[in-house]
C-alpha cells in the first residue's frame, strides 16, 4: 500500500514562495499516476498539478506560470513549487495517487480529484495580503 506524506506548508504573504514536498512509500507503478490537489474552506477540492504522461505536466489555469510540479525518482519524492502565491491559493495541499496506476489506458484525467485513490494527510497553506 502506497503511504503519502506531504510537508513544507505554511503562511506567507502575497507574492511569496513555497515548496511543498511529498513522501510516498513507494510510487504506484509510476510517478505519472501522482499529483497534488487543493481544498479552500467550503469549496471542493480541486486538481492542481499532475502529469499527463511521464514528461508532460499540466496544471489548473488559476496556478499557470506560478506553479511548478517536479518529481525526484530515486527519492520517490514529488514537489510543488508555488511562487507569486496569492490569497486565493490559501487551502489544505494533498498529494495523491491513483491505484491502478493506469495513465497509459486512456481516459486519463490527472486534474480531476476522482482520479486519485490514495492520499496524504494534506498540508496547510494560507496566503494573506
Known amino acids: 500500500q502506497v503511504q503519502l506524506v506531504e510537508s513544507g506548508g505554511g503562511s506567507v504573504q502575497a507574492g511569496g514562495s513555497l515548496r511543498l514536498s511529498c513522501a510516498a512509500s513507494a510510487y504506484p507503478g509510476s510517478a505519472t499516476c501522482m499529483g497534488w490537489v487543493r481544498q479552500a474552506p467550503g469549496k471542493e477540492r480541486e486538481g492542481v498539478a499532475g502529469?499527463?504522461?511521464?514528461?508532460?505536466?499540466t496544471y489548473v489555469d488559476s496556478v499557470k506560470g506560478r506553479f511548478t510540479l517536479s518529481r525526484d525518482n530515486a527519492k520517490k519524492t514529488l514537489s510543488l513549487e508555488m511562487n507569486s502565491l496569492k490569497p486565493e491559493d490559501t487551502a489544505m495541499y494533498y498529494c495523491?495517487?491513483?491505484?491502478?496506476?493506469?495513465?497509459?489506458?486512456?481516459?486519463?484525467?490527472?486534474?480531476?480529484?476522482?482520479?486519485?485513490?490514495?492520499w496524504g494527510p494534506g498540508t496547510q497553506v494560507t496566503v494573506s495580503s
Open positions: 502529469f499527463i504522461d511521464p514528461t508532460r505536466t
Open positions: 495523491a495517487a491513483a491505484l491502478p496506476c493506469n495513465w497509459y489506458r486512456g481516459n486519463w484525467y490527472p486534474l480531476r480529484p476522482a482520479t486519485y485513490t490514495v
